[in-house]
Nanobody
Framework: QVQLVESGGGSVQAGGSLRLSCEVSTYTYRPACMGWFRQTPGKEREGVAGINIGGRNTYYVDSVKGRFTISQDNAKNTVYLQMNSLKPEDTAMYYC?????????????????????WGQGTQVTVSS
């Protein structure tokens, strides 16, 4: 059974940094794309970033461009989300997702619509 295990969430002050990790539990599963999403109570889930595994293509929602960086360590089967210059509006539960096929690309929306697996979430809280 494939699991995505997120870690790295926490509480920081505005302007601070956090790095989220998402580890794929088994090396027998290699997704084509992975992404990060976030959600706050009462709001729709928002796509944050996406990446094609083994490639160089990355995608970001406008609100995090220049502040967040998605990256991968294939040896560890892990994707990261480095979050700098955090703002209170970044407060949310953050989820990672894996898309098995490269069909339709690794755009954030494609990952969300066709994700095969989702993590359990890690909470990020940014205080002003």
């Amino acid at each position: 059974q494939v699991q995505l295990v997120e870690s790295g969430g926490g509480s920081v002050q505005a302007g601070g940094s956090l790095r989220l990790s998402c580890e794929v539990s088994t090396y027998t599963y290699r997704p084509a794309c992975m992404g990060w999403f976030r959600q706050t109570p009462g709001k729709e889930r928002e796509g944050v970033a996406g990446i094609n595994i083994g490639g160089r293509n990355t995608y970001y929602v406008d609100s995090v461009k220049g502040r967040f960086t998605i990256s991968q360590d294939n040896a560890k089967n892990t994707v990261y989300l480095q979050m700098n210059s955090l703002k209170p509006e970044d407060t949310a539960m953050y989820y990672c997702a894996a898309k098995s096929s490269a069909n339709l690309g690794c755009y954030i929306a494609a990952i969300e619509w066709y994700a095969s697996f989702w993590g359990q979430g890690t909470q990020v809280t940014v205080s002003s």
